[in-house]
């Protein structure tokens, strides 16, 4: 492991030399990863891109992208677009990326089954906003907004996430 990658374990994730409070999926951590099983899976994960709300915060990185109005997530293995990003209208079964609430006013993209994604094998793995300290997600990384900010900002092209 190097020190530029985000590393999450049991006291929570450590990323250039500080230790940030997280959260994991609600159903732990897994080496199994199936559509719907809110696991966060184990492993090392490449970090791929950035989406955040230009509505809502400047650009955190001159390589994040905006998330649009129509902007959505396929989560249907029926899908021919699974687990990529798609717009509305959407006939399939999706994630709004614009949410109302804050939660992916800031989303890091990690490669988790993309972009050749195995059907059932589960959906995108993000790096969000948590909901309140120690809640869990779906199976994504929750950090607090600051830190995730701060993250944000110093991400490279040789950033990874590991699960441990």
Known sequence: MKSS???IG?????FLGRRFSCTIGSGGVTHRKREGDGATPRGVHRIVG???RPDRMARPADWALPIRPRDLWSDDI?????????????GF???VLRRADPLYDLVILT???????????????????????????TGCVGLDPLALRWIA????YDTRLVVL
């Open 10 to 14: 049991p006291t929570g994730l450590r």
């Open 93 to 95: 079964s999706h994630e």
């Open 5 to 7: 990658d985000l590393v």
């Open 50 to 52: 950035m989406l955040y």
């Open 153 to 156: 900002r110093r991400i490279r």
């Open 78 to 90: 029926n899908d021919p677009d699974y687990n990529m990003m798609v717009r509305a209208p959407h």
């Open 111 to 137: 490669d988790w089954n993309w972009p050749y994604a195995v059907k059932g094998r589960g959906s995108a793995i993000f790096i969000h906003r948590w909901r309140k300290p120690g809640h869990p997600t």
